[in-house]
């Protein structure tokens, strides 16, 4: 189906503004509306969509992801002002994700609906052995290594939202900084909805 949120947002493509453009991404009725754009890992969380200085940065999914590939990682700042991944703080209440429990990412081709399934805090420092480094898994190929991420996030997460995953399911993962520890991220794990199944 073509993704009717470009269309309402930008009517022209997006790549013609900028090549680094991969996708939209929406969590639905929230502040969470933008294009998603994709470089090197440093360059967008200095440099907005249209590629000027800009302390805000832009969403953007990690360097290390395939854009064909089954799982995401997309990065944003936390602006206390709510601007970028703000928003993603009011999820670590339950009663926020039960009004908000989707992820949508569109291209004109494609248009794909994720169910959240997990929501937790983690460090990127790495001295810090005892959280899970979720930015470890990218694209995961083996079946074992799949079910070791599941579990680890379903044991972090603040809330059990009843999704299950399994092996070839596709799956996004938001992220951006938490003040509450050193070096601190909230995370934001969805797995591709099952039509008819949830």
Same mark, same amino acid.
């Given at each position: 189906?073509?993704?009717?949120?470009?269309?309402?947002? $930008?009517?022209?493509?997006?790549?013609?503004?900028?090549?680094?453009?991969?996708?939209?991404?929406?969590?639905?009725?929230?502040?969470?509306?933008?294009?998603?754009?994709?470089?090197?890992?440093?360059?967008?969380?200095?440099?907005?969509?249209?590629?000027?200085?800009?302390?805000?940065?832009?969403?953007? #999914?990690?360097?290390?992801?395939?854009?064909?590939?089954?799982?995401?990682?997309?990065?944003?700042?936390?602006?206390?002002?709510? #601007?970028?991944?703000?928003?993603?703080?009011?999820?670590?209440?339950?009663? $926020?994700? #039960?009004?908000?429990?989707?992820?949508?990412?569109? =291209?004109?081709? &494609?248009?794909? =609906? $994720?169910?959240?399934?997990?929501?937790?805090?983690?460090?990127?420092?790495?001295?810090?052995?005892?959280?899970?480094?979720?930015?470890?898994?990218?694209? &995961?190929?083996?079946?074992?290594?799949? $079910?070791?991420?599941?579990?680890?996030?379903?044991?972090?997460?603040?809330?059990? =939202?009843? &999704?299950?995953?399994?092996?070839?399911?596709?799956?996004? =993962?938001?992220?951006?900084?938490?003040?509450?520890?050193?070096?601190?991220?909230?995370? &934001?794990?969805?797995?591709?909805?099952?039509?008819?199944?949830?």
């Amino acid at each position: 189906a073509v993704a009717t949120s470009w269309k309402q947002h $930008y009517p022209e493509d997006l790549r013609a503004q900028n090549e680094d453009y991969v996708f939209w991404l929406t969590l639905p009725d929230t502040s969470i509306d933008f294009p998603v754009v994709q470089r090197d890992n440093a360059y967008y969380l200095t440099h907005d969509f249209y590629g000027g200085k800009n302390s805000h940065g832009a969403i953007f #999914l990690d360097e290390a992801c395939d854009v064909d590939g089954t799982a995401f990682l997309i990065h944003g700042h936390h602006m206390k002002s709510g #601007l970028m991944f703000g928003g993603l703080k009011y999820y670590k209440e339950y009663d $926020y994700f #039960l009004s908000h429990p989707q992820i949508k990412l569109s =291209t004109l081709r &494609i248009e794909r =609906t $994720y169910d959240i399934m997990a929501v937790f805090v983690s460090s990127v420092n790495d001295d810090d052995k005892d959280s899970f480094k979720y930015y470890n898994y990218i694209d &995961i190929e083996d079946e074992e290594r799949f $079910y070791d991420y599941v579990e680890s996030i379903r044991r972090e997460s603040f809330y059990d =939202t009843g &999704i299950e995953a399994a092996y070839g399911d596709r799956l996004i =993962t938001l992220s951006t900084c938490d003040y509450t520890r050193a070096e601190g991220r909230l995370v &934001i794990v969805g797995r591709e909805h099952r039509d008819g199944t949830e």
